[in-house]
């Protein structure tokens, strides 16, 4: 997919966080480091690879809550580097974000119907009988009775307030959805409920970003999968690809980590094929896997040119020596 085909579109998109230490030493850490992700109309791309990665980093770059050291990234015909922070009111609208812990994400002073007629009656001119109805509306659609509109969110369970929240980001129809680890807070039975509420409410011409530590998950509602390893996107193509014939070591790393339903099946990636030296770093430019690789040589001091094969991109020297292997994230 092409930039000018896509409603989101990063190219060499790099996060790098500064420190100063009480005796004046100074430190950096880059969290997300030549970027490019692209997702159209109608698509949902997830956004996987474990605690770290800097695929939180990489959304809330998109959300512009932090900003970018180098890179672009266009939304729904902007260019987010020209136009300021914070973000003017249209960008506001036309990107939301549901967030993993909503007792964060929404204020305990306000009751469930001003959290979810806030972002309304800053960009929309709804205001009265026409709002209060908008906002019951939200709720019947996000599965909340008009009963919930007085209480707060100390009153409310985790799957309710998690809906509150998706209520709100809906509001105001936006273009763009970013779900950072939307469901990973809920117990396993209201999660599933959350991902079914989330397949049926969001835009179905938008564009919408599923950040995720959990493969298996993110195989079951995304279109195409990118796998982020170490503020690197290492892998990126179709679910299906992704998740049942994954070509980067360290995708098929991910893939060997989900609990199989055949447990006595062989399978030729295990975990006891990825050995860890604790003393091992990856060079500055280098592959940022190449410690925990099994096939790291040499020319994995630098971080290799995306290699297409097909739909999918990989960034790995070693692409063609990889084999591929029988187990694949249940579906």
């Not at 009480?22 to 698509?43: H, M, P």
């Not at 309304?120 to 509109?149: F, K, M, P």
Request: proline fraction near 7%.
């Amino acid at each position: 997919m092409t930039t000018t085909d896509a409603l989101v579109a990063l190219r060499g998109v790099t996060v790098i966080f500064r420190s100063t230490g009480i005796l004046g030493s100074r430190g950096e850490l880059t969290a997300v480091r030549d970027a490019d992700l692209t997702i159209g109309a109608g698509e949902t791309v997830g956004l996987v690879g474990e605690s770290g990665s800097g695929k939180t980093t990489l959304g809330r770059a998109i959300l512009g809550l932090v900003p970018m050291e180098r890179g672009t990234i266009h939304v729904a015909g902007e260019d987010l580097a020209t136009v300021g922070q914070p973000f003017p009111a249209r960008i506001r609208r036309k990107v939301q974000a549901v967030f993993q812990d909503p007792l964060q994400a929404l204020n305990p002073r306000h009751r469930v119907e001003r959290l979810v007629a806030e972002p309304l009656r800053i960009h929309t001119d709804l205001r009265g009988r026409q709002l209060q109805a908008r906002v019951v509306g939200l709720l019947e659609q996000v599965g909340l009775s008009a009963g919930l509109l007085r209480r707060r969110t100390n009153e409310l369970s985790g799957g309710q307030r998690q809906r509150v929240a998706i209520a709100r980001a809906l509001a105001v129809d936006p273009q763009v959805l970013v779900l950072d680890e939307a469901v990973s807070a809920l117990d396993v039975t209201t999660g599933a409920q959350i991902i079914k509420l989330l397949e049926r409410v969001r835009p179905a011409q938008g564009a919408t970003l599923f950040i995720s530590h959990d493969i298996a998950r993110v195989r079951s509602v995304c279109n195409r999968v990118a796998v982020m390893y170490r503020g690197r996107i290492v892998e990126f193509g179709t679910a299906d690809e992704i998740c049942g014939d994954p070509r980067h070591p360290y995708t098929q790393l991910l893939v060997a980590s989900v609990p199989d339903p055949h447990p006595h099946r062989v399978t030729t990636v295990g975990r006891a094929s990825f050995t860890v030296d604790p003393t091992a770093r990856a060079a500055p430019d280098g592959c940022p896997f190449a410690p925990r690789c099994p096939h790291a040589d040499d020319r994995c001091a630098v971080f290799p040119d995306p290699t297409v094969l097909g739909t999918r991109v990989v960034r790995c020297h070693h692409v063609a020596d990889v084999t591929t292997h029988p187990t694949e994230v249940p579906r």
